[in-house]
């Protein structure tokens, strides 16, 4: 709790939502589907989707875990973007 103020103050701005925020999450989703895709071994474990023909397979746990992954590496790319004023 001490150190609390002080990591706010170098916690970045936030950016306003925009079509090229969400272009940059729909790709980093897009990206990490396709590398859980190719690393997941046991990708078709339990439930399966309504299309998984179409998403090589997986199962809801495999593409729960791969937009999670994929929503992460986006709050990255989104706000490394916007630091350096690309977005």
């Known amino acids: 709790m001490l150190y609390l ?4 103050a170098v ?7 925009s079509p090229k ?8 989703n897009v990206l990490a589907i396709a590398l ?4 997941i071994k046991h990708k078709n474990v339990g ?4 299309s998984s023909e ?4 997986m199962g809801h746990g495999a ?3 791969c937009t999670s992954l994929g929503h992460v590496i986006g709050i990255g790319a989104i ?4 630091t350096i004023g690309v977005l």
């Not at 925020?21 to 980093?28: A, D, E, K, R, T």
């Open 5 to 8: 103020p002080s990591l706010l």
């Open 54 to 57: 179409f998403f090589g397979g």
């Open 21 to 28: 925020v969400g272009l940059v999450m729909i790709i980093c």
């Open 47 to 50: 439930l399966g989707l309504p």
């Open 11 to 17: 916690t970045p701005a936030t950016v306003a939502w």
């Open 79 to 82: 706000i490394g973007l916007a």
């Open 63 to 65: 593409m729960l875990a």
């Open 36 to 39: 859980g895709n190719y690393g």
